[in-house]
Nanobody
Framework: QVQLVESGGGSVQAGGSLRLACAGS????????VAWFRQAPGQEREGVAA????????RYADSVKGRFTISHDNAKNTVYLQMNSLTPEDAAMYYC????????????????????WGQGTQVAVSS
């Protein structure tokens, strides 16, 4: 059973950057797709970015395109989310999620496409 552990959250000022990490234990070899989601208080969980590990292809929510980058390091069993130009609207609990299948087209950023979830890491952005 693969477990995911997020890290890297914290508090930054608007315009700042953070890099989140999602480590797979014991490994990520069996995983096909890894995604980042976020959930702010009182809001639904929304997909932010996803990467298909086999080909390295990725998808992004419109709200983070050009600011966030998802990447992976197979040797470290880790997927990263580099977040730049952060705004208070980016503040949320960020979750890593994965699946053993490639999501159908158009579903890469839907919660129902993922079966394994981490516990989350908090991101706060002050104006």
């Amino acid at each position: 059973q693969v477990q995911l552990v997020e890290s890297g959250g914290g508090s930054v000022q608007a315009g700042g950057s953070l890099r989140l990490a999602c480590a797979g234990s014991p490994h990520m070899y069996s995983l096909i797709t890894v995604a980042w989601f976020r959930q702010a208080p009182g809001q639904e969980r929304e997909g932010v970015a996803a990467v298909y590990l086999g080909a390295g292809t990725s998808r992004y929510a419109d709200s983070v395109k050009g600011r966030f980058t998802i990447s992976h390091d197979n040797a470290k069993n880790t997927v990263y989310l580099q977040m730049n130009s952060l705004t208070p609207e980016d503040a949320a609990m960020y979750y890593c999620a994965s699946n053993f299948l490639k999501p159908r087209a158009g579903t890469w950023l839907e919660t129902t496409s993922y079966s394994v979830w981490g516990q989350g890491t908090q991101v706060a952005v002050s104006s």
